[in-house]
Every structure is written in structure tokens, then in C-alpha cells.
């Protein structure tokens, strides 16, 4: 199965970085091809989320945020779709984003990466407000 993994510099501190991370209603603005439906329907209980992007097609799909590791998880049982997302301090006012996505055999590699790309970039932007 492939994995994909992007990180992505932030100009704000670690928590701040988490906090946007790990609001499900903001995943539509970073994540490439997230729709506002689909974050609307993994709001609700912070300790265990539907996965937006599975929530129609297997309602068992997760999406679990942890702050003491600064980390949001999501995926489906068995392995087939999952993927993380990291923060990591810097120094007090600069952060990561590290996004790693494991997915089925199959996939489209590139665009798998383009995607990856412009959802980081998106990340970075939308963070930072510029």
C-alpha cells in the first residue's frame, strides 16, 4: 500500500496549529475536495469522529483527534484508508504540519501527491491568514 507524507512550516505556535487542525468544520478550506457536507457530518463527539471523506460509503470510518500528541488520526478498520496529521513545535511562534495519508493499492499516485500538495498549501495559507 502506498504512503504519502507532506510537511508544511506554520508562523504560529503549536497549539494554534492543532486547534485548526483538529476542527472538523475547517477541513472543507484546507483539504483539497472536502465539501462543507462532509465536515458537517463528523462534528459531534471529539473522541470519535466519521471520517469526512468515508462517512457516506462506511459510516465506520474515524476521525480522532488527540491534543497531548498534537496529532488527528482518521482512517477505516482493517487498514485500508488511514492517514495523520502532526504538529510539531518549532520554536514559540513557528510550527509543522506533518500530513501522511496510507492508502489501497491502485491509487493514483500523482494525483494522490498533487492533492497532498495543494491540501498543505491550503493548510499553510489558511493558518497563517495570508
Not at 51 to 74: I, K, M
Request: no cysteine; glycine share 8%; proline share 8%.
Amino acid at each position: 500500500m502506498p504512503d504519502f507524507e507532506k510537511r508544511v512550516t506554520v508562523a504560529v505556535d503549536a497549539e494554534t496549529a492543532f486547534n485548526f487542525i483538529s476542527d472538523p468544520g475547517r477541513l472543507p478550506v484546507w483539504v483539497v475536495g472536502m465539501r462543507l457536507e462532509d465536515a458537517i457530518a463528523i462534528e459531534g463527539d471529539p473522541a470519535l469522529q466519521e471520517a469526512p471523506e468515508a462517512a457516506a460509503l462506511a459510516p465506520e470510518a474515524r476521525f480522532f483527534p488527540d491534543r497531548g500528541t498534537r496529532t488527528v488520526e482518521w482512517g477505516l478498520p482493517g487498514g485500508e484508508y488511514s492517514g495523520s496529521a502532526t504538529v510539531g513545535s518549532l520554536m514559540p511562534s513557528m510550527s509543522t504540519v506533518t500530513v501522511r495519508l496510507h492508502l489501497p493499492e491502485g491509487v493514483d499516485q500523482k494525483a494522490v501527491e498533487t492533492a497532498l500538495d495543494l491540501s498543505v498549501k491550503n493548510l499553510q495559507r489558511q493558518i497563517t491568514g495570508r
